[in-house]
């Protein structure tokens, strides 16, 4: 499938500005020449819009990608993290969810519990995401986050089944990220959970869905004083 159809399928047209636009800008992108790259603060200018355009869409989550961004990097940083993996991993991380952008309204802004066909959906949105950034010479390295962040530690997760260290450790990172941020936020269906509550169930998780080393570091830095 050439990188045109996969815009179209995955970003369909629509009444969204902000979708046409975030189909422009990644054709864009991905039809650069690799032996004409733009400086670094433009890329990094276009993914910080990208991860904007993400969030108006879904106002419920709004602020979601600012924040799990920031304590991504603050966790990868104490786990030894080197300067260069966490630009990657800093890029990935704001653009963890951009497959959803091939998920309609219907199913991402569902304020129930989705049907089993919903799901089956909106669990294509790491394949998509996929999809569209591999063609973007720049963003290679960030795939890890988008492509894999909801894969399990025991192999039970998506897209691709991967188990313990077959994950990308930017994915392990942001896993715990991701659900910390999500259960400690309001959602049309529950209010946030209270600190302990959330720490307790990823302490849970522990070996099971998340990374224990991981886990360790990030429960840390979490009861750090600030």
């Known amino acids: 499938m050439s990188l045109e159809q996969v815009i179209a399928e995955v970003l369909p047209a629509g009444k969204h500005g902000d979708l046409h636009a975030l189909r422009e800008s990644i054709s864009t992108l991905a039809q650069s020449r690799p032996d004409e790259p733009a400086p670094e603060h433009i890329y990094d200018a276009t993914i910080e819009g990208w991860s904007r355009a993400l969030d108006l869409?879904?106002?419920?989550?709004?602020?979601?990608?600012?924040?799990?961004?920031?304590?991504?990097?603050?966790?990868?940083?104490?786990?030894?993290?080197?300067?260069?993996?966490?630009?990657?991993?800093?890029?990935?991380?704001?653009?963890?969810?951009?497959?959803?952008?091939?998920?309609?309204?219907?199913?991402?802004?569902?304020?129930?519990?989705?049907?089993?066909?919903?799901?089956?959906?909106?669990?294509?949105?790491?394949?998509?995401?996929?999809?569209?950034?591999?063609?973007?010479?720049?963003?290679?390295?960030?795939?890890?986050?988008?492509?894999h962040h909801h894969e399990k530690w025991d192999g039970t997760g998506y897209p691709c089944g991967l188990k313990g260290e077959q994950i990308p450790l930017a994915a392990r990172i942001f896993a715990v990220v991701d659900v910390w941020d999500a259960l400690r936020s309001d959602r049309p269906y529950r209010p946030g959970w209270p600190e302990p509550k959330v720490l307790d169930h990823i302490g849970a998780q522990s070996g099971k869905h998340f990374d224990s080393t991981v886990v360790e570091v990030f429960m840390r830095l979490v009861r750090q004083p600030t």
């Open 57 to 147: 869409r879904d106002k419920e989550t709004e602020g979601h990608t600012q924040r799990v961004t920031q304590m991504t990097v603050r966790l990868a940083q104490a786990l030894g993290v080197s300067d260069s993996e966490l630009v990657q991993m800093r890029r990935g991380a704001l653009l963890h969810d951009i497959g959803k952008m091939g998920v309609p309204d219907s199913i991402l802004l569902k304020p129930g519990p989705l049907t089993d066909d919903e799901w089956v959906v909106m669990r294509k949105h790491p394949v998509f995401a996929y999809e569209l950034l591999e063609p973007i010479l720049f963003l290679r390295g960030a795939l890890d986050i988008p492509h």
